[in-house]
């Protein structure tokens, strides 16, 4: 069934599927479990459409390619493009905030960091973005402080809070629109705080944005 942007009720957005982009190295925990470096600017790389599944339809993960790992992220969904925005203009266009998973190929990212190559080959799969639905802004209090968390077989993996973001989501945005446009129905990935690690197909997810969404789901062999 194609992907489409919904709400927390399950019903449609009606936006376009387009990219998803991400930042890397956006919580310093995270950085300092995977032994990398401060970026001095944020490190970004993007997803296709054809990334993007439903969280709650069950997350499907290649079991022939190595170790495939959770990234939790606060997802942001864009309504209008924005290009060399300014913060109000970002604020201007967001529809709202869910969850979303960075599925990374753990092995295969790291040989292509030791030849210096994108890492797309271990971020960019079809599926490799599952998402939740998404709540309206205008129900959002302050995008620098939500809580989220990731649990897997009844163990809290990932627990996350945007204040402690390097880049926050509105200035961050806005540097995302000075390099390329975003467009109408485009999904931001915000990085992730430390946890990640191995899921195994059986493994049962729930990812929590505290007061406002929760989804049961689990994982399964592509």
């Known amino acids: 069934m ?29 950085i300092q479990e995977m032994n990398s470096s401060v970026s001095e600017m944020p490190l970004l790389f993007m997803k296709p459409k054809a990334a993007m599944c439903n969280m709650r339809d069950k997350i499907t993960v290649p079991t022939d390619k190595g170790e495939c790992h959770n990234e939790l992220e606060v997802a942001v969904l864009l309504k209008s493009s924005l290009k060399n925005a300014s913060e109000e203009e970002v604020k201007a266009a967001i529809w709202g905030v869910g969850l979303g998973l960075d599925l990374t190929l753990r092995e295969i990212q790291a040989d292509l960091k030791k030849q210096g190559q994108p890492w797309e080959r271990a971020k960019s799969f079809d599926n490799s973005a599952p998402l939740s639905g998404f709540v309206p802004l205008n129900v959002v209090e302050d995008l620098d402080d939500l809580h989220f968390s990731l649990t897997i077989n009844d163990e809290i993996r990932q627990s996350g809070h945007t204040e402690l973001m390097l880049y926050k989501i509105v200035p961050l945005i806005a540097h995302m629109s000075s390099v390329f446009t975003l467009d109408s129905g485009d999904v931001i990935l915000t990085g992730t705080p430390k946890g990640v690690g191995k899921l195994t197909p059986s493994d049962t997810v729930i990812a929590s944005l505290e007061n406002h969404l929760t989804v049961h789901t689990e994982v399964v062999a592509e």
């Open 2 to 30: 194609p992907y489409h942007h919904i709400d927390v009720r399950g019903n449609e957005i009606l936006l376009p599927v387009n990219k998803v982009v991400c930042v890397g190295r956006n919580y310093l925990d995270h």
